[in-house]
């Protein structure tokens, strides 16, 4: 398993746009992709962009 960690640098999460385009990379890999936000505790697919949106 590969693990990548990123920071991302807005202070309140992703909105409608950046987990767009997130959503967009990740549906190019055949891989199941997780998104974590460790300050929420909250895990999302990221080829979903509601779904990165809920993380907060």
């Known amino acids: 398993?590969?693990?990548i960690q990123?920071?991302?640098p807005l202070p309140n999460g992703l909105h409608a746009r950046p987990?767009?385009?997130l959503k967009e990379q990740c549906s190019q890999w055949q891989s199941e992709v997780t998104f974590i936000n460790h300050r929420q505790n909250?895990?999302?697919?990221a080829k979903s962009s509601l779904a990165l949106i809920g993380t907060g």
């Open 1 to 3: 398993m590969l693990t």
């Open 19 to 21: 987990a767009w385009e």
């Open 6 to 8: 990123f920071l991302c």
């Open 42 to 45: 909250a895990k999302a697919d």
